[in-house]
């Protein structure tokens, strides 16, 4: 467990929840799911000495399942979120601290996997449940101390100046890792399409490509429950009661322009997602298409050298009968005239089909 205390001072870490709230600045309580479910009801003593209330069962059943989707609820004291971060584990066994098993295929598809991270927002109280490898929580925890180490005045400019200012930065952190993600998708998928589109490469990556497919359907889910969340929570902030001074008034204004922040980029991931499943779709399509043009190519030569060669057989096998009196069939001059018919039959009939552009060259 880490607990930070942030005020317009600085930031500060201990070990443990202190006894009583500071006279300015809110507390983060940070706590790996493991901890949560050990010390959950020692966790609900201090949340009742901090803020004078408890969080309901059915969010701290929440807080302690591993494979619930993004969502946002609330109560008059306080509001809980819950949002899918992606899972950094390098390792290929079941986890089941994650919401879904690994995937075969390239490896940027197991970066797909995801898992829960619990919010629970009060006024000057943040509680957070990670997963044990939660890479978000520590690399805030060190721009946190990090900003602690810099200049005070300019402390003062980039702390959070709330439990849910503080909730909104984590939860982007994580939509950047999101958006991370995209990229390097894309960057497998413009490969794909180079061999699925390339006429002189046999393209053998099918159940790769399937695999990208149902992961690209299956971020594009996570997203979407994402963004109806975030949603949800815009829509609550909007009925919180007015604030008393310009001051409270600008912080409000301020985390209702982070939440739509956030909001527009876990939009720009949920459309890049669904253009890369169009332009899988899309290339798929191409390369069919493209493989029934060349084998029409084929089949259309392979009928012109036939249609060639069907009165150069019908010479043959007039000369070929077994009758005396053929014309030429006994002049010494019979198989010149005979050869010279066949290939002026063959050249008129190549010059008709090339004319006819059955037999041009079809572009690459």
Same mark, same amino acid.
């Given at each position: 467990?880490?607990?930070?205390?942030?005020?317009?001072?600085?930031?500060?870490?201990?070990?443990?929840?202190?006894?009583?709230?500071?006279?300015?600045?809110?507390?983060?309580?940070?706590?790996?799911? %493991?901890?949560?479910?050990?010390?959950?009801?020692?966790?609900?003593?201090?949340?009742?000495?901090?803020?004078?209330?408890?969080?309901?069962?059915?969010?701290?059943?929440?807080?302690?399942?591993?494979?619930?989707?993004?969502?946002?609820?609330?109560?008059? %004291?306080?509001?809980?979120?819950?949002?899918?971060?992606?899972?950094?584990? #390098?390792?290929?066994?079941?986890?089941?601290?994650?919401?879904?098993?690994?995937?075969?295929?390239?490896?940027?598809?197991?970066?797909?996997?995801?898992?829960?991270?619990?919010?629970?927002?009060?006024?000057?109280?943040?509680?957070?449940?990670?997963?044990?490898?939660?890479?978000?929580?520590?690399?805030?925890?060190?721009?946190?101390?990090?900003?602690?180490?810099?200049?005070?005045?300019?402390?003062?400019?980039?702390?959070?100046?709330?439990? #849910?200012?503080? @909730?909104?930065?984590?939860?982007?952190? @994580?939509?950047?890792?999101?958006?991370?993600?995209?990229?390097?998708?894309?960057?497998?998928?413009?490969?794909?399409?180079?061999?699925?589109?390339?006429?002189?490469?046999?393209?053998?990556?099918?159940?790769?490509?399937?695999?990208?497919?149902?992961?690209?359907?299956?971020?594009?889910?996570?997203?979407?429950? %994402?963004?109806?969340? =975030?949603?949800?929570?815009?829509?609550?902030?909007?009925?919180?009661?007015?604030?008393?001074?310009?001051?409270?008034?600008?912080?409000?204004?301020?985390?209702?322009?982070?939440?739509?922040?956030?909001?527009?980029?876990?939009?720009?991931? =949920?459309?890049?997602?669904?253009?890369?499943?169009?332009?899988?779709?899309?290339?798929?399509?191409?390369?069919?298409?493209? %493989?029934?043009?060349?084998?029409?190519?084929?089949?259309?030569?392979?009928?012109?050298?036939?249609?060639?060669?069907?009165?150069?057989?019908?010479?043959?096998?007039?000369?070929?009968?077994?009758?005396? #009196?053929?014309?030429?069939?006994?002049?010494?001059?019979?198989?010149?005239?005979?050869?010279?018919? @066949?290939?002026?039959?063959?050249?008129?009939?190549?010059?008709?089909?090339?004319?006819?552009?059955?037999?041009?060259?079809?572009?690459?």
């Amino acid at each position: 467990m880490r607990v930070f205390s942030i005020s317009p001072g600085g930031v500060s870490e201990s070990e443990a929840p202190p006894a009583q709230l500071p006279s300015l600045g809110h507390i983060w309580i940070a706590c790996t799911r %493991q901890e949560f479910e050990a010390g959950w009801q020692q966790l609900q003593a201090t949340l009742q000495n901090l803020c004078g209330m408890q969080l309901v069962d059915l969010h701290v059943s929440d807080l302690l399942n591993a494979q619930l989707p993004s969502h946002f609820d609330y109560t008059s %004291q306080y509001d809980l979120l819950v949002f899918r971060r992606l899972a950094t584990g #390098a390792s290929s066994a079941p986890d089941p601290e994650r919401g879904s098993p690994r995937r075969g295929g390239p490896p940027i598809l197991r970066h797909v996997d995801t898992s829960p991270v619990g919010f629970a927002v009060f006024e000057r109280v943040l509680l957070t449940v990670h997963p044990a490898d939660c890479a978000a929580r520590d690399a805030y925890a060190s721009r946190l101390l990090q900003v602690q180490s810099n200049d005070v005045r300019s402390a003062n400019s980039r702390l959070p100046t709330s439990p #849910a200012d503080l @909730m909104l930065r984590i939860v982007n952190q @994580m939509v950047d890792g999101f958006l991370e993600l995209r990229r390097e998708l894309t960057r497998q998928l413009d490969h794909w399409q180079t061999e699925l589109l390339n006429p002189r490469t046999r393209f053998n990556n099918w159940t790769a490509l399937l695999n990208t497919r149902l992961a690209l359907h299956q971020l594009d889910e996570i997203c979407e429950d %994402q963004r109806s969340a =975030v949603q949800d929570w815009i829509e609550a902030v909007k009925t919180w009661p007015e604030a008393n001074t310009p001051a409270a008034q600008r912080d409000r204004d301020l985390l209702l322009v982070r939440s739509r922040d956030l909001l527009e980029h876990i939009e720009r991931v =949920v459309h890049h997602v669904r253009r890369l499943e169009q332009s899988v779709e899309t290339a798929v399509q191409i390369h069919f298409n493209a %493989q029934s043009n060349r084998t029409n190519d084929i089949m259309r030569t392979l009928t012109v050298l036939t249609a060639i060669f069907l009165p150069l057989n019908l010479i043959a096998g007039i000369f070929g009968m077994n009758f005396d #009196a053929i014309p030429l069939i006994h002049s010494d001059s019979g198989f010149w005239w005979a050869m010279g018919s @066949m290939g002026l039959t063959a050249v008129a009939l190549v010059l008709l089909f090339w004319r006819k552009r059955y037999l041009e060259r079809s572009g690459r």
